[in-house]
């Protein structure tokens, strides 16, 4: 009981955030290259998690965070309707992240192994 009520004690703020290590990434215009095909996209970052759907850009989906490390995150994820997704983003610096997503969009499998560099402004 008593563990209980120190546990309820604790503030929220001193919890740590969710996702910080996305956080950390620097904001502005980055550039993905799939390794498979060697194509690019260009991805404005706000706030890092816009790595985490690329194949689902709509709002609205149900995230499930697997791992949450200081250098890596994993993240499967629920769009009703559109399909889901399983992404894992490794970072190496603040200017540079490698990612691997898998899942189905709107009916057919997708697969994407790239790398993500910081660009500049967006």
């Excluded at 390794?35 to 759907?53: A, F, M, V, W």
Aim: net charge positive; proline share 4%; aromatic share 4%.
């Amino acid at each position: 009981m008593l563990s209980a009520v120190l546990l309820a004690a604790v503030p929220a703020a001193a919890q740590a955030p969710e996702l910080a290590m996305l956080g950390s990434l620097e904001k502005g215009g980055w550039s993905l290259r799939v390794r498979d095909d060697g194509s690019t996209q260009q991805i404005c970052l706000r706030n890092g998690q816009e790595l985490i759907q690329l194949q689902h850009r709509q709002p609205g989906c149900n995230r499930f965070v697997v791992e949450d490390g200081a250098d890596h995150v994993v993240v499967q994820y629920t769009c009703r309707g559109s399909g889901y997704g399983r992404t894992t983003i490794r970072r190496e610096s603040p200017r540079l992240v490698q990612i691997q997503t898998t899942g189905i969009a709107n009916g057919t499998p997708f697969s994407l192994n790239g790398e993500a560099r910081f660009q500049g402004r967006c």
